[in-house]
T-cell receptor, first 118, second 116 residues
């Protein structure tokens, strides 16, 4: 498995501001992922963050709203920009093992960042 | 695309009762299947996994068998405890259409409450 930490663990923000969430892993990993979990809902993949390349975004998510950085193999950030109350969610990062994502790979999740936008 | 359908909740049981949470999936190819658990106020933890047909994943008294013929991965536990109260997510890791990567697709989650 992997030990994954996220900062902040929770935050309350004002509409129109931006928040950067950090994800730190205790070992080098190739694949890192960012998910959103809206209240009472399942997880939705926002983007895949590979070191040394641009993040790959899922349908419905754009770089201007959710810019991602991946400066090395143990760290990534997700920024939620120009926030509105609809962005209130739990944001989770996860990591996958191996040199690339394989069908048998397991994703391990961080504890999440609980964001409330007023 | 891939999809996961799991039993609607919430599910409320008494301690020591038998638990089944149904999960069925739609996917092309041969996905891997997972159950994750989310305890109140926490992130997701891997509960168990199975990577090929007829594999049985097990952990902490929970079991699930990968049934290709019925495209199912039902979660079972013979005797639940109050500490098992959590949200349970069924998920599959399947190939992204037209690509070489794989993507984790989740069900909607089932809230389990176990009463003493």
């Amino acid at each position: 498995s992997a030990v994954i930490s996220q900062k902040p663990s929770r935050d309350i923000c004002q509409r129109g501001t931006s928040l950067t969430i950090q994800c730190q892993v205790d070992s080098q990993v190739t694949m890192m992922f960012w998910y959103r979990q809206q209240p009472g809902q399942s997880l939705t993949l926002i983007a895949t963050a590979n070191q040394g390349s641009e993040a790959t975004y899922e349908s419905g998510f754009v770089i201007d709203k959710f810019p991602i950085s991946r400066p090395n193999l143990t760290f990534s950030t997700l920024t939620v920009s120009n926030m509105s109350p609809e962005d209130s969610s739990i944001y989770l990062c996860s990591v996958g093992r191996g040199t690339g994502v394989r069908v048998t790979d397991t994703q391990y999740f961080g504890p999440g960042t609980r964001l409330t936008v007023l | 695309g891939d999809s996961v359908t799991q039993m609607e909740g919430p599910v409320t049981l008494s301690e020591e009762a038998f638990l089944t949470i149904n999960c069925t999936y739609t996917a092309t190819g041969y996905p891997s299947l997972f159950w994750y658990v989310q305890y109140p106020g926490e992130g997701l933890q891997l509960l168990l996994k199975a990577t090929k047909a007829d594999d049985k994943g097990s952990n902490k008294g929970f079991e699930a068998t990968y049934r290709k013929e019925t495209t199912s991965f039902h979660l079972e536990k013979g005797s639940v405890q109050v500490s098992d109260s959590a949200v349970y997510f069924c998920a599959l890791n399947g190939r992204v259409s037209g690509g070489s990567n794989y993507k984790l697709t989740f069900g909607k989650g089932t809230l389990l409450t176990v009463n003493p």
